[in-house]
């Protein structure tokens, strides 16, 4: 999401040059008219995969399977491809989103409809042998706001091995999230919001930037929260803004992000390895 104009070499150049340890590669930017190319740009995911690793990159993740937590025909097919996908490429993961649409539901119906999923999806994982991210939505619109119902879920099916949760700063600003799970993330996305105009019920993801001093979301402190507990995966850019997006010289604007980072946790004693520039994450 950080460069959704550039194709997937390009992306995957650009993830190399700026230390990066992996990428993860997006399904759905044709959808969000973010992109005109195909997934892979067109390509087979094998052939990405292993230009990714002559690079030096981890494929971290693929995404993303949305509205997961309705189940049908077509959601189990929808899986399998991803799966399917992540397996030929040597993906490390899926990422699945939850309904974002105001579902109604009758009381239970929310939570038997997210483990029947996770209990369908979970014997195609063991397969694989891969994991899926989840990824809770912090929007008053979304079918699963908190990681703690996540985490419910998947204890529900015994999903533990297989089932991770993405900790998004901006969702977990926007849900009102005090609790973090790092025992249970798979990841971490980061963006900012910097407009003092905006009450947090305003916030959406086209005003999420590149971190800087300016971030209203907190997350200096809440990757420090992570880290102090135990964190020690990769963290992924997800900035939604056209901004961002339209940046002559993208490399640099995340190089300055990340180096404000490094700096803040540098400045409280906090700076480890799962923070430096070489092994964050670049999210397309």
Known sequence: MATPRLDCRA???????????????????ADKK????????????????????????????LSEAYGFNTWSDGMRAKVQLLIDQAAQAGAESISLIPRND?????????DEALRRSLGEILPMLA?????????????????????????????????????????????????????????????????GVVDQGLSTEQMQDGHRILVDDGDRL??????????????????????????????ANPAEAIGSSMDFIRGSLEATGQLTD???????????
């Open 11 to 29: 992306f995957l150049d650009l993830a190399a040059s700026l230390g990066c340890i992996g990428v993860e590669l997006r399904n759905d930017l």
């Open 218 to 247: 907190g997350n200096v402190d809440q990757i420090s929260a992570l880290l102090d507990n135990g964190y020690a995966g990769a963290f992924s850019y997800e900035p939604f803004s056209t901004e961002v997006h339209r940046l």
């Open 127 to 191: 397969r694989a042998g891969l994991v899926a991210l989840i990824e809770p939505l912090g929007f008053v619109t979304s079918s699963l706001r908190h990681k703690a119902d996540a985490i419910a879920a998947i204890e529900a099916v015994g999903g533990e091995a297989h089932y991770k949760l993405v900790h998004d700063t901006f969702h977990h600003h926007l849900a009102g999230e005090r609790d973090i799970f790092p025992a249970y993330t798979g990841i971490v996305h980061i963006s």
């Open 34 to 61: 973010l992109s005109t190319a195909a997934f892979f740009d067109g390509e087979a995911p094998t052939v990405i995969g292993s230009y990714a690793r002559s690079k030096g990159l981890r494929l971290l993740g």
């Open 102 to 110: 105001a579902p109604q539901y009758a009381a239970g119906e929310r």
């Open 274 to 284: 799962a923070t430096s520039g070489k092994t964050a994450r670049l999210d397309k």
